[in-house]
């Protein structure tokens, strides 16, 4: 049985056209790709991104509607029932950039966006959260001072143990040598292109948690898939190498490489830190990668 999956993936890989690699092979080429949503009103989710955060409609790679913002794409998958909220998993928010924090939060909130964290100052910026149609909860944060999708944002039970998982599986290493602490809770970020990774890690058992720490994160996160933001997606122009090197790294592969039809593409989930599901994509850089067919 063991040599018939491993059949059936390599005949996978081959008709995706990806390479094999020997023993390590460097990580090289990583991109940041996509945020899918579980979404019930698929259009209703695209007027919403539009209107609020300036994300582009576009029909990707011809077979399914979804968004372009930057150098991203927001992917949609109607679900018949509301998705549970992704409070409570590690994938907390996504974050765009602002830069007149008081203007910004009266334009979107008189235009009728649901608040779930009311502006609020952090040294000399502000940040404030806003519920998306499906209780996705989306930041925006002046520090960045431009308006462009900035940040995902992930809680960790060990900030240590997530870092190295991201630089083991994706060759992506801190930012900075060591993790400061914000408000007693110990942070660190990642940059993949125009996108950063924040990582908070949860206070020990105990210790007091500051009023910005979501209160459904307990002792268990939960895992991100079926959630509102059911999970991030990463590229690379060949997957081959990467899948290989998690396989034998014993990384969880969730789903083999496979052809996704209604995307039209080719990719593989693994699970990462804290039931984080990831996806790995096979996809040309932005901006080739937009309308690029393999």
Same mark, same amino acid.
């Given at each position: ?9 390599? +005949? ?13 092979? =460097? ?11 579980? *979404?019930?009103?698929?259009? =209703? ?5 539009? $209107? ?10 011809? &077979? ?6 930057? $150098? +991203?794409?927001?992917? &949609? ?14 994938? @907390? ?9 008081? +203007?910004?939060?009266? @334009? ?32 925006? @944060? ?27 599986? &994706? ?50 996160? =939960? ?25 034998? =790294? ?14 039209? &593409?080719? +990719?593989?989930? *693994? ?19 937009? @309308?690029?067919?393999?």
């Amino acid at each position: 049985m063991v040599r018939a999956v491993l059949l059936l993936v390599s +005949s996978v890989l081959a008709a995706a056209g990806v390479c094999a690699a020997e023993s390590g092979t =460097a990580i090289a080429g990583v991109h940041f790709h996509h945020v899918h949503l579980n *979404v019930t009103d698929p259009q =209703a989710s695209i007027a919403f991104y539009q $209107k609020f955060f300036g994300a582009n409609t576009v029909r990707y790679r011809g &077979l399914s509607d979804g968004l372009f913002t930057e $150098k +991203s794409f927001i992917l &949609l998958t109607r679900v018949t029932a509301p998705p549970p909220t992704n409070l409570g998993t590690s994938l @907390w928010h996504i974050g765009w950039a602002g830069v007149d924090g008081g +203007s910004e939060f009266a @334009w979107r909130t008189r235009e009728g966006i649901r608040v779930q964290t009311p502006i609020t100052p952090f040294g000399a910026n502000y940040y404030m959260y806003f519920w998306g149609p499906d209780r996705e909860v989306i930041e925006v @944060w002046t520090g960045g001072k431009n308006h462009r999708f900035d940040h995902v944002h992930l809680l960790a039970s060990n900030l240590g143990a997530t870092l190295r998982w991201f630089k083991e599986n &994706l060759g992506l290493v801190p930012r900075t040598p060591t993790a400061p602490a914000v408000s007693g809770v110990v942070t660190n970020y990642l940059q993949v292109d125009n996108v950063s990774v924040s990582i908070m890690e949860r206070p020990p058992a105990g210790a007091p948690r500051p009023g910005w720490w979501p209160a459904e994160v307990g002792e268990s996160i =939960a895992p991100t898939e079926g959630t509102a933001i059911d999970h991030i997606a990463f590229s690379f122009d060949d997957i081959g190498p990467v899948y290989l090197r998690m396989r034998r =790294a014993g990384t969880l592969i969730v789903h083999a490489p496979a052809t996704n039809r209604e995307y039209g &593409l080719t +990719s593989f989930f *693994v699970r990462g830190p804290d039931g984080l599901l990831v996806e790995i994509v096979q996809e040309a850089p932005i901006p080739e990668g937009i @309308w690029r067919r393999r």
